[in-house]
């Protein structure tokens, strides 16, 4: 008896078969002995566990198991009431305040009223950044102070013979 | 809480005024049926301290989704299955049922397709105890697949596509695990009587 007959034989027992599949399965039954033979066995078996599980009880009170649950229960509810509304959820917002950021970053980038003209002024992250500013708008002058090491470097363009002149100054 | 006493009603009436947001009549059905969850959740996990823990979070979901009850079965099947679910879950995470590599369930087919059928009953004439008793002890010696199957099908009493449902697995490979689950029963009941 090959497995795909073995496993015909068992669909037969638990009543998985169609009818006409069913009829053949017990034909065979009857003139085969050794298809009676194991179908007897298996059908013993689930005999045997039907209405056999072994009996067990929780080993738990029903005050102290009713306690956690209530517990449980009671803290699902509290934090359903913090997230708000049902089905609100922050995460329903990040898509909205993604394409937010990114319509913002493209106008940005395409400013219309963005200069190529030198910052008035600009601001180092950090101490060991130099700070770059220039003195005054339009003027010629350009300071280079750098924080970490109290370096000051001042430039002044000298437009009438296209130089650029360094000056130091500690402040 | 209302402090009334739900003890004589009903389990429909318990569900529905559980629904109200009555915790009292809900801790009535967890009196009633959670010996019920428990074993069920014993005969798949095979550890006490997980049954317990599984049987808990089953009732605290069971609270959470009783609107989706619809009373096609009674309370307690539809219980029963939520905490099927929360153990298989469980069976899952602890990769038993996965670790249990292809070859490795091939060997023990071929091992059980060659026993020899146990033409005697093992289990006649026992008492109910007995016969209990020594099921669990053969239960015990199943892998965790095989008793799963066994579990669902006789005591859940789940058909071969419910169980492939809950399992993940295809039909076929329920009936295969059934079979050998089966036939090793038939063997290590057959041991027992022997060494009795």
């Known amino acids: 008896m090959n497995e795909e007959q073995q496993l015909r034989l068992q669909a037969f027992l638990d009543g998985e078969l169609p009818e006409r599949e ?23 078996i689930r005999q045997a566990l039907a209405g056999s599980e072994p009996a067990v009880s929780l080993p738990e009170s029903r005050e102290f198991f009713w306690s956690r649950i209530a517990r449980d229960i009671e803290a699902g509810e509290r934090r359903e009431t913090a997230a708000g509304p049902a089905g609100f959820r922050w995460q329903h917002l990040l898509w909205p305040i993604g394409a937010t950021a990114l319509c913002v970053a493209v106008v940005l980038l395409q400013n219309p009223f963005a200069t190529t003209e ?27 102070r750098n924080e970490s090491d109290g370096t000051t470097l001042v430039w002044f363009s000298m437009t009438d013979n296209s130089r650029t002149k360094p000056a130091t100054a500690t402040f | 809480m209302s402090g009334k006493d739900y003890s004589s009603a009903t389990d429909d009436a318990l569900v529905k005024a559980a629904r109200r947001g009555t915790l009292d009549a809900f801790e009535e059905l967890v009196a009633r049926h959670r010996d019920r969850i428990y074993a069920r959740a014993v005969s798949m996990m095979r550890n006490e301290e997980d049954a317990v823990d599984l049987s808990q979070e089953a009732w605290v979901k069971g609270w959470q989704r009783l609107k989706q009850f619809q009373f096609e079965s009674s309370f307690s099947t539809w219980m029963t299955r939520i905490v099927i679910n929360l153990c298989l879950d469980q069976l899952r995470r602890q990769k038993r049922i996965r670790s249990e590599s292809i070859q490795e369930m091939d060997d023990e087919g071929v091992a059980e397709r060659q026993l020899p059928v146990v033409i005697t009953n093992p289990t006649e004439r026992l008492e109910r105890n007995e016969l209990r008793a020594r099921i669990d002890v053969a239960l015990a010696q199943l892998s965790e697949s095989h008793r799963t199957v066994l579990v669902l099908h006789e005591f859940e009493r789940m058909e071969y596509k419910e169980i492939a449902r809950a399992m993940e697995c295809s039909i076929g490979t329920v009936m295969s695990r059934l079979f050998y689950a089966r036939r090793k029963m038939a063997s290590l009941l057959a041991e027992l009587r022997r060494d009795q």
Do not use: N
């Open chain 1, 22 to 44: 069913a009829r053949a399965v017990a034909a065979w039954v009857e003139s085969d002995p050794a298809a009676a033979d194991l179908l007897v066995e298996l059908k013993a």
């Open chain 1, 118 to 144: 030198r910052p008035v002024a600009s601001i180092a992250p950090d101490a060991d950044t130099p700070i770059v500013e220039a003195m005054q708008p339009g003027s010629d002058a350009t300071t280079y």
